[in-house]
């Protein structure tokens, strides 16, 4: 072989990872935003590689399950999560290990990032605005996924994150259209431009979280890029701090707090198997904002979600353990459910 031939091989061994066309998507606790994403990557390009680094505000990881559902290492698509709500706090450590992790071992054509819906967006905007990021990442446009119905709610357009996510993006998705009202798209219409007077915003009615792939493309708008003053950084981090995970026996919990929300999660071991009916019935009974849950069950693994009091069922793969994340605006609704999740057990 010659040293020609040697060298152009070992370049497409070692495929550079600049510039990767980058897509936020953001949106409130509920909105949709894991439906969506998982839409966006039943379209991806057969010859194209995509990473997903999700964030979620509780402790225990769900959505990786769930995007891994539809997907697996062959089919081009590489997910990371970050738990606890740490893509956006002030030094950001997690989020750029997990990021140079993810496109290490990517090597990705498409990077899409879920903030948790409880996250400012405006500072993972402030983290990829670094210099470094900035040549290694393509900021393409930040896509907020928001609920028209809920902008005649005051606590949600009091809210600081909501509106956040509302202000950064350049395409806003108001999901859920088929549940509106006959005033609530025109509402949302007006308080963006009221709110929101100065930024040409797209704005899209969608059912079931059904991105147009051609969204991703839209270019971001220089003035929603955040450039700290302090903005380089000489390389990403190579290692992540190690993940939640059951035990070899029996389960453990973990518990979350910010911006005014508590949340409570468990993972349970692979040798636990719960009765679908019974979870069932506990996910109805359960007030709260959120509920997410992936569980190894006598009669195969699903997955439970439900926002506002309604309650979706899925049925998944394998399973490599049961989890399950609550967040609640009041701490006392995460009582006692630990000891409901028990009676579920076979």
Known sequence: MSLVNSQAESMADQKIINRVPTNIITGFLGVGKTTAIRNLLSSKP?????????????????DGNLFVEDTDSH????????????????????????????????KADRLLIEPTGLGHPKEVLAMLSKDYYREVLDIRATLS??????????????????????????????????LYGPHDYSELLDYINRKFPENNKLVYPVNHGALEFDWLKTPALEKNLIHPENGSSKELPSSLPPDLEAPSDGYISAENSGEGFFSKGWIFNAA???????????????EAERLKGVFITTEGSVAFNKVDSVVTQLNLKELNDSRIEIISGRVDTLEGIEDELLTCLA
Not at 46 to 62: P, T
Request: aromatic share 6%.
């Open 46 to 62: 057969n010859d194209q590689h995509w990473a997903v680094l999700v964030n979620e505000f509780g402790e225990v990881g769900i």
């Open 75 to 106: 089919d081009g698509i590489t997910v990371s999560q970050v738990p606890g709500g740490c893509m956006c706090c002030s030094n950001g450590l997690p989020f750029q290990m997990a990021l140079g992790v993810l496109l290490a071992k990517s």
């Open 145 to 178: 996924l928001v609920d028209a119905r809920k902008i005649g709610d005051s606590r949600y357009t009091s809210n600081d994150t909501f509106n956040q996510q509302l202000e950064v993006a350049e395409v806003i998705i108001a999901n859920k259209s088929d």
């Open 272 to 286: 636990m198997h719960f009765k679908v009916d019974r979870l069932l019935s506990l996910v109805h009974g359960v």
